[in-house]
């Protein structure tokens, strides 16, 4: 049985950092496709980043030389590295999981409880 926790999130001002973590499990973890997601409340979920099974990476327009994705096959984890975060950046993030890579479109079939971000600024 696929689990994802997620874990990192809290409280920022304004140009401050964050890091987030997925820990996976059931599942043999270096042969899906991951994913950080997030939804602000009245939006609709969208894709941040993503990382392919061979180390490939993919990032939203909106996050892109902010945010950095990284995993940890021997951990079993997944990490979104967060720095320069604006209020916009505000919402609950998820790490999915897929067999199938699917970057960062939103049909990922496992998913974690999520994990708050706020910015204000």
């Known amino acids: 049985q696929v689990q994802l926790v997620e874990s990192g999130g809290g409280s920022v001002q304004a140009g401050g950092s964050l890091r987030l973590s997925c820990a996976a499990s059931?599942?043999?973890?270096?042969?899906?496709?991951m994913g950080w997601f997030r939804q602000a409340p009245g939006k609709e979920r969208e894709g941040v980043a993503a990382i392919d099974s061979d180390g490939s990476t993919s990032y939203a327009d909106s996050v892109k030389g902010r945010f950095t994705i990284s995993q940890d096959n021997a951990k079993n984890t997944l990490y979104l590295q967060m720095n320069s975060l604006k209020p916009e950046d505000t919402a609950m993030y998820y790490c999915a999981a897929e067999g199938v890579c699917l970057g960062l479109y939103v049909a990922y079939n496992y998913w974690g409880q999520g994990t708050q971000v706020t910015v204000s600024s």
């Open positions: 059931g599942y043999t973890y270096s042969s899906y496709c």
